[in-house]
């Protein structure tokens, strides 16, 4: 993947192949590594977005280009930067504040 890749940029990835409930095939997904490991390492870690809502704690809404969803950060996992394909989007900032706002309620003691 050429350029620098941005915590709460979207790119489409393949997450195939996959085990049980993890999400798969090839869909949205949003990076929350910040720009630092991004730059060091030749992983991303990211939330795959869903169209399908669910009343789910940490699932925050977004739109990405005129399309409602949520991004499932039960679901983060580290994929490898070859996985990212084509640029979708950013997240607004009230998406980011609300995404780093779960994952501070996921990870805090």
């Given amino acids: 993947m050429a350029g620098e890749l ?24 949003a990076i929350v ?4 490991l991004n730059r060091h390492l ?8 869903t169209s399908r809502l669910r ?15 949520q991004i499932a950060l039960d679901q983060m996992r580290a994929l ?3 996985r990212l ?3 979708v989007g950013r997240l607004n900032k009230k998406e980011q504040e609300c ?3 779960c994952l501070m309620e996921m990870f805090a003691p």
Avoid at 33 to 36: A, I, N
């Fill in 33 to 36: 590594s910040p720009e630092e």
């Fill in 42 to 49: 030749g992983s991303v870690i990211c939330a795959p977005l």
């Fill in 6 to 29: 941005k915590r709460f940029d979207v790119y489409f990835a393949n997450l195939d192949l996959v085990i049980g409930v993890e999400i798969k095939k090839r869909r949205p997904v």
């Fill in 85 to 87: 394909q084509a640029f």
């Fill in 55 to 69: 009343n789910y704690p940490f699932r925050p809404l977004v739109t990405i280009n005129n399309t409602q969803g």
């Fill in 80 to 82: 490898d930067k070859e």
């Fill in 99 to 101: 995404v780093l706002s």
